[in-house]
């Protein structure tokens, strides 16, 4: 889980996800939040989860922000010299797409080791066998991060499926 130093305006990015996140349970989503910000640190895109309100299995806040930020960038799918930064380590699907998308840093909040794919349970940014490999810096804001799903988590626990 080693990671890289936190940049001049990493806090403020993984803040503007904290805040992208928190209208996420008003539609039953879990509240993690994204942002993608140009190598100047200009945001291009924000995102919170929406597969619930959308009912899309792949609407997560990464996919979500990097799809807007594609379209905002204006070099077509290529991310080159931008950060992604969220609320919580990416799944594999997410790292997957930050791969693809050229992404060049992935900072993040919380660690996820039951599904983390960014260094806690699979570490799929810095495989040597992809052509494309993140600078990756996580454990930003990590208590905000984690006490905004444990507001959303603790109610859950105890109830029966579907209660």
Avoid: K, Q, Y
């Amino acid at each position: 889980m080693n990671t890289t130093e936190v940049r001049a305006g990493d806090v403020e990015l993984v803040r503007a996800a904290l805040r992208a996140a928190a209208d996420a349970p008003a539609t039953g989503d879990v509240p993690i939040g994204a942002v993608v910000a140009d190598a100047e640190g200009r945001v291009l895109a924000e995102a919170r989860n929406r597969r619930e309100a959308d009912g899309d299995p792949t609407a997560h806040a990464e996919v979500l922000a990097l799809r807007a930020a594609a379209r905002a960038h204006g070099d077509g799918w290529r991310l080159e010299g931008c950060t992604l930064a969220v609320t919580v380590e990416p799944c594999t699907m997410c790292a997957g797409a930050l791969v693809l998308s050229r992404v060049a840093r992935v900072v993040f909040g919380v660690w996820e080791p039951r599904t983390g794919a960014v260094g806690s349970l699979w570490d799929v940014v810095r495989d040597n066998r992809l052509n494309h490999r993140p600078e990756v810096v996580g454990g930003v804001l990590a208590d905000e991060s984690a006490a905004l799903l444990e507001s959303f988590f603790t109610p859950h626990r105890g109830r029966p499926p579907g209660a």
